[in-house]
């Protein structure tokens, strides 16, 4: 296989990028041109990626000391080609939104770039064929998406994110972006130690070759055991899952193209990507380290139930329209790893591993459209907040139809892409656990709830504040045609689940297995529609009394959430770390103080001594003799009776 066309895929970008700062404001246009070659590029690959099955690229050796060869090695399979795909033409579509965009923002220069980077690293994390590039790539987005989140590093009062006032907790930006930085770092770094411990155990990085030798090679079980969990911590931090999933939200803070590439096509979405990649690691695993391997699964499984439900919650009450989306965001994460960890606990891994990629991709371009919708309503009606806008559907009807499609896509409203995908992870997991089916599907009905909620706010509620500002098209096109994919795509969405299927069928060598529980999660998934339609229709579209009494009890529990206590607890603990770190600081302070001291009396004192030995004879005996003389008086004194 040539592949001289996919390095230029992944590093076209970025090095397009270094010309940012001599182009200024017109580097948009390069930016969005090299994304469109890597584009092509990828997309040439998906027929035989899907066709062949696995490709396994050597490249050059980069790290090259005994018994640790690192080499620049691609793979190309169904996963990486669709997963590259997603990532350079929402970044496309994203780059293309964002010259219009940032045409009068600051730091247009420095955005271009570092969005250049972002696309880039995140290529490379898909392609690599072994954990040290992955990781390469796994700290480029980090490290692109703390700039970019703190993008408005001089914290204008403007750019403050939370609110409104006295009803939620306000936060700068560049606070914002350190909370990404630091709560990711924490997470990459137990993971780090996690993927160290799998070399010592087997001797490679390499994804194939750890598949191939942990199913022939026992190790000592604790080690391994304690490895996965590290292991697993990891993508849990970068895609925002519980107990990492706090620092997501307030990634808001930066320019609304940085959020909807974020949210859609990268960093979130790194950390399911690479558990779908070591899934079959692990699967391979199971049968000498059963407990190792279900534990890996098992934490991804809960954690992403967990966060499923905790995201919904919040989006229920969040009052800021890029919020909104961003909770949701970390509920849909939730519903993809608990797909990925049910499909290594069941005997099955093939539908759930599927449903989680399937998910991805409509996820991708559904949010994409809903996050560049907000930023364009934002734009016109000057203000955050859901609460404050009203009557957008006449002022930005191209914004209206691209929102209200992406939005009941993400509601998993049929024929659209979000219900096959969703309903795919609804059928995986009810046959390996009904109760974690049943919460996932509370979880999707308050997805309705919220969608509902903020189209309601947003397009039809009455106007709380006059604009004169008219629908730019250039900001309406790219939603428009992001949500029209997602409406033309679902009409295929069994055809392309069932492609998806038997590609990783074969790429995995996994048997395709009839899902009986199709009828079931469909029912689900009916459901959750109707409760969650159904009541937002009640409570806003109707001002039911009864619905809104009921919606009045929880005022309490929405007041508590806009506080945002887990990350209130979460700001406690750091600054307990930050006064205990403050204290060692100060006593290894004194120490090295009360060192310095105890070095320079000792220098005095060499100093005195040293005038002593001047090298006088003369002197040498004088001293001697008294020496001597004060000797014998003090004998005498104590033999005296």
Known sequence: METLPLWVSIVLPCAAGLFCFLLGKRSGYLITLSSGVSFLIIASLLRSAFEVGVVHVDGFEWWGIPQATVRFGLIVDPLSVLMGAIVSFISLVVFFYSIEYMRDEEGASRFWFLMSCFESSMLLLVFSDNFIMSFLGWEGVGLSSYFLIGHYYRDQKDKWLGGPEGVAPFERPSICGEKALLTTGVADSLMLVGIMMLYSMYGTFDYLELQALVSTNAVNPTYILVASILLVIGP????????FNEWLPEAMSGPTPVSALLHSAT???AGVYLVARVSPIFYALSPLSPLASSSFFLIAATAGLLTALLGSLYGMFACEMKKVLAYSTVSQLGFMFTALGVAGISGSPLLGLCAAVFHILS?????????????????????IYITEMGSLRKKAPKTFVAMTISALSLCALPPLMGFWSKDAILAAVFPVNVLAALLLAISSAMTCFYSMRLLWYAFIAPAKRETHIKEAWLLAAPPLLLSGLTLFLGFFGQSIEHLISESFSRALDLAVLHNSAVNAALLLSTFALLIGIGSAYLVYFRNFQPALRLAALTSGLRGMLMKRPVDRLYSMVGKSVKRASGGAYSFEGLLGKSSQAIA??????????SRIHSGDLNRYLGIAGVLLLLLIVFLILVGSP
Do not use: N
């Not at 849990?236 to 107990?243: E, I, R, T, V, Y």
């Not at 220098?603 to 005195?608: G, N, Q, T």
């Open 600 to 609: 320079r009396a000792t220098m005095a004192s060499a100093r005195r001594l």
């Open 236 to 243: 849990l931090g970068k895609s925002a899952q519980f107990p």
């Open 363 to 383: 996820h991708s371009i559904f949010k994409a459209s809903l996050f560049l919708g907000a930023g364009s309503a934002i734009h016109i009606s000057h203000t």
């Open 267 to 269: 960093m979130v979405k």
